[in-house]
């Protein structure tokens, strides 16, 4: 593996709590092919590791940029969420299950049980 120092030309025995700079330092936990990957993108450019993994992130950044939080609604991630459900719950059934026996079971522990629907305030109301 390639020996690029996350210090540059810094001490290593000096105490972390001496450094004056002005940027947060953050661990940053990264497999071992993806570091060696990484140390020689750093080594090909004559970056640290340090600087390379914080060149890497802003090219990240800029290639696909974050969405706020607001511009997501709940109900797109509910319905996510129930989508991933269904498709985990249809690879655990029995494949030789009638498909209107499938459709019962999936819905039953989606939705829960018929005679506690009522309680539930994420389920349209059944008009009686």
């Known amino acids: 593996m390639i020996g690029v120092s996350d210090f540059g030309s810094k001490d290593s025995a000096s105490p972390v709590g001496r450094r004056t700079g002005l940027d947060a330092i953050s661990a940053v936990k990264m497999p071992e092919m993806l570091t060696a990957t990484v140390d020689a993108w750093a080594e090909a450019h004559q970056l640290s590791r340090s600087d390379a993994i914080c060149r ?3 090219l990240g950044l800029k290639i696909a940029p974050a969405v706020p ?11 996510r ?9 249809e690879g655990l059934l029995d494949p ?6 499938r459709e019962r079971r999936i819905r039953r522990l989606t939705e829960g049980p018929p005679e506690f629907s009522h309680e539930r305030i994420d389920l349209p109301k059944h008009r009686t």
């Not at 030789?96 to 026996?101: G, I, K, N, S, T």
């Open 56 to 58: 890497l992130v802003e």
């Open 69 to 79: 939080a607001s511009a997501r609604s709940v109900a797109s991630d509910a319905d």
């Open 81 to 89: 969420i129930e989508e991933l459900a269904v498709h985990e719950i």
């Open 96 to 101: 030789a299950l009638p498909d209107d026996e």
